[in-house]
Nanobody, 121 residues
Framework: VQLQASGGGLVQAGGSLRLSCADS????????MGWLRQAPGKEREIVAR????????AYIDSVKGRFTISRDNTKNTVYLQMNSLKPEDTGVYYC???????????????WGQGTLVTVSS
């Protein structure tokens, strides 16, 4: 698994960003994919996760209704559409791969270079 996230940037509160993460390895569709956020001074957290086929989705409460995770297994890519962004969404976002259906960051052994999201108030 070789993951590379992109799409971050500086946005005003209320704005939107779409993150993408491509896997250059051959086993992308074998993994549950998550988006991990590392915010300044906070514990890292998985904010959203998606099952192998994309049929099952899950979000932490703070992003429900604002973020949407999706995946395209034909392109080995997972996405995170982020709407109504808030300053507390600021952080480095990584896509991560796991064989377990969980929000526990340590259960995601594969994650690559992240992308910085900064939301100004």
């Amino acid at each position: 698994v070789q993951l590379q996230a992109s799409g971050g940037g500086l946005v005003q509160a209320g704005g939107s960003l779409r993150l993408s993460c491509a896997d250059s390895g051959p086993t992308f569709r074998s993994y549950i994919m998550g988006w991990l956020r590392q915010a300044p001074g906070k514990e890292r957290e998985i904010v959203a996760r998606i099952s192998w086929t994309g049929d099952n989705l899950a979000y932490i409460d703070s992003v429900k209704g604002r973020f949407t995770i999706s995946r395209d297994n034909t392109k080995n890519t997972v996405y995170l559409q982020m709407n109504s962004l808030k300053p507390e969404d600021t952080g480095v976002y990584y896509c991560a791969a796991s064989s377990r259906w969980t929000f526990v960051p340590n259960e995601y052994p594969y994650w690559g270079q992240g992308t910085l999201v900064t939301v100004s108030s």
